[in-house]
Structures are given as C-alpha cells and as structure tokens.
C-alpha cells in the first residue's frame, strides 16, 4: 500500500497542491484526474522520485519512502512517460533489457528471457528487434510498459496514457491496464479523460487546481 | 616524372608529420572535447564560467598565434616543450575548444525525457551519459565534427612556424630550392588525397549511424 500524507508542492511560491493525502490499495487502480495544469503530472513526478516534495510524506507497506534517495536495486515505481521516451538507438528488446541489465545485474540470458515473454504477453513478440521508429504509437506505448514492468515494479504509472492514441487504441491500453491488474499489478493512471478513468478505476482522485 | 620521384620522398615525410599531428590531435580533443562538453552543459555555474573562458580564448584567437605562444612564450615562464609535444598541446587545447561547442549543442538538443526514463529505470548518471546520451549525440554530431576533422587535416600545416617539417614544408622547401611550382602541386593534390579518403570515412559513420532515427 502507498500512502501519501499531507504532501505540498510548490513551484517558485506557486502552489500545486497543498496538504494532499491519498492512500492506494495494493492491486488496485487510482485514476488521479483533473484540468490540465492542476498539478497531476507534478503528482506522478513527485511519487517517480522526478521531483521532491515541499511538505509531507510518502509510506510504503507503512515504511517512510522517498523515491529520490532510493536509488538501490529494489525498483519500486515504474513510469509508462506520456511521450513514451522510448531510447531510439536501441531495439525495442535492447530497451526493455538495459536497466534490468545495469541496475538490476541481471545477467544477458536472464534479461532477455523475461523481455520475450513480456514483449509476447503484449503482442509485440514479432517486434524485439525493430527500433522505436518503425512503431506505432500502440506499439510504443506497450513497449514502455513492457521496459516498465521488466524492473518488476511494485507500482506502475501512467502519465496520460490515452492523449498519444486513436480513440480505437483506447480499449487496447484498457485491456492491458486490466489485464496487469488481474496479475496483481498496483497502478496509478494520471489522466483528463474522464470516461476511461471511470472504466478503470477502482478509486479516482480528483486534483482542483489551487486558488492562489 | 623523374623529378616528381626524386621529391616524394621528402613530401611523403612531411605527410607521415601532417597525419600523425593530425591522428594525435583526434585522438586527444575528441574524448575532452565531449568532457568538456559535459561541463558546459553542468549546472555548476563557476565551473561552467572558467570553461567558458577557456572556450573563448581558444576561439577567439588564432591557432598560429597560440602554437607560438606555446612554443616560444611558454619558456619564458619556466614551461619548455620540445616542437613536436609543443605542437599537439597546442592543437589538442584549441581543437577541445571547438568539438566541445559542437558536443554542448548536440548535448543540449538531447530530449530531456530520455534522461528521467533512464533515471526512473534507475541507471546511474554515468551510465546514462555512456549508454543512452552519448550514442545520441555522436549521431547528431557527426556532421558538424567532420567538419573539422577536415579542416584539422590543413590546420596541421600551421605548425612549419615553429620549425617543424609537414607536408607543406616539405613543398615549400622543394620549390624554393628548384624554383618550380610542381613540388606546391603535389602538395595539393596530397591533401585532396587526405581529405578525400577522410570524406569517404565520415561518409560510411554517418551512415553507420542511418539505422534509427
């Protein structure tokens, strides 16, 4: 379970958001929406350890956690980037095998192994060896995921996973989210889009922008 | 035709002066040209204001007027280089200067999501900086650093000012000498030679590189 507790985060006197608190339960799914600019993304930044919070504190299973000082090998966040930021000189099973390779030790059979069987569990099997250019914007998508989860997260996240897509890939992310749900997944999805978070999600939280 | 034999000699040896300065001088710029790079892309503003400095001066003078200062004013305070190390030391610093302005732009043009999707994968920086930023940049550089991997091939010729005999000192001496313009000929067609086999080798990393996008 991650808890959030009374976190504040500001930018140069402006505030994103103020004594926020939040719990999320393990295995499920929170839909954090929102206005654009009402600080989701700052939200998601802040629980990937991409920023530091200003206020408050962060509780993993109960143990105080701070993503930024944790930089051992126990990879507890993962982050599925709205622009995918997938490294494009490299194929898609380099990408999904490097950190696991760097960060975790794991050794090049091992790393390849789990890549091929995530890459199969979401359909891009017959993709490992193409670079990210010759993707879709599906196929990129599902390949961040499959980099994500190869460090074996304990939280996966969403940065607005429906904004890059045709409306007819929407039902393909949502199968996906589902699916690694099912397998015990806990998931955070920041989005606007209101109509998938309440097709997903177990608890939505809503971010109002700040009155300054 | 046997005139041109009873020269070659000479100007090939004067050519084996040219290369070497010039395979040295890579050799030692491009690694501290991305170095220095790095640091002018660091947030550590005094660090990057010395560096800056150094950049300006290398730019903002003459190779001729450095390689001179090396040569004949370093003594002055107790630092005496022999020609040829004095040669490459000045090479090496005005040439660091130039790819690390081309490294810094190549640096900066590198997406700044690539490194937060390295970060939260949990690479280090430096192995950020090795497996995911420098590939990138070499792909974007390359251009640019041809540019002046060419024109480090004729700066060498510079160095005859402190006495040292390259390819063009070697012409220099053979028409003066015979008073012919033939040996000035050779010596062009040499450097096209260099510069032609270089194009070809820049030619093949770029397209060495043409896999992604």
């Known amino acids: ?40 993304t700052t ?16 509780l993993l299973d109960g143990q105080p956690f701070d993503p930024i000082a944790s930089r051992n090998n126990d990879a507890v966040i993962g982050v599925v980037f709205q622009d995918f930021q997938l490294f494009p000189h490299l194929t898609v099973l380099e990408n999904i095998t490097l950190a696991p390779k760097l960060a975790l030790k794991e050794s090049n059979q091992t790393a390849v192994e789990a890549a091929r069987e995530l890459l199969t569990k979401l359909s891009l099997a017959d993709k490992a060896d193409l670079y990210p250019y010759q993707l879709s914007g599906g196929q990129k998508q599902r390949v961040a995921i499959a980099r994500a989860l190869a460090m074996k997260p304990k939280i996966l996240c969403y940065d607005e996973p429906t904004s890059a897509l045709d409306p007819g890939l929407r039902d393909k992310v949502k199968a996906i989210i589902l699916q690694l749900k099912a397998a015990g997944m806990t998931q955070i999805v920041v989005t606007h889009d209101w109509e998938f978070a309440q097709q997903i999600a177990d608890q939505t939280f809503k971010i109002e922008p700040q009155k300054q | ?41 660091s947030r550590f503003r005094p ?74 994968l949990r690479l280090t920086y430096w192995q950020t ?36 005999g390259d390819l063009l000192r070697a012409g220099n001496v053979a028409t003066s000498r015979d008073v012919t313009l033939v040996p000035l000929v050779l010596v062009g067609i040499i450097y096209l030679l260099m510069t032609a086999v270089l194009t070809f080798v820049l030619r093949k990393c770029e397209q060495h590189y043409s896999y992604w996008k």
């Open chain 1, 1 to 40: 379970m991650l808890e959030l507790k009374n976190i504040t985060k500001s930018f140069n006197q402006r505030i994103v958001w103020k004594n926020l608190s939040l719990k999320i339960q393990d295995g499920q799914i929170l839909c954090v929406v929102g206005q654009s600019g009402g600080g989701k």
């Open chain 1, 43 to 58: 939200l998601l930044r802040c629980i990937s350890g991409l920023e530091r919070l200003d206020k408050g504190q962060m």
């Open chain 2, 1 to 41: 035709m046997e005139y041109i034999l009873q020269i070659l000699p000479s100007l090939l040896s004067g050519a084996r002066m040219t290369l070497s300065i010039f395979f040295w001088t890579l050799l030692g710029a491009l690694p501290l040209g991305l170095i220095v790079g790095l640091g002018l892309t």
């Open chain 2, 47 to 120: 660090f990057k204001a010395v560096l800056r400095l150094y950049v300006w001066l290398m730019r903002g003078t003459p190779l001729l007027l450095q390689l001179i200062f090396v040569f004949y004013g370093l003594p002055m305070i107790g630092f005496t280089l022999e020609r040829y190390p004095a040669a490459l030391f000045a090479f090496i610093l005005n040439y660091t200067a130039y790819f690390a302005e081309i490294f810094r732009g190549g640096l900066q043009s590198i997406d700044p999501g690539q490194y937060e999707s390295a970060k939260v």
């Open chain 2, 129 to 164: 900086i090795r497996k995911i930023v420098t590939p990138q940049v070499v792909k974007i550089v390359l251009p640019s650093i041809g540019n002046e991997v060419i024109n480090l091939v004729k700066d060498s010729s510079l160095v005859y000012v402190i006495g040292l």
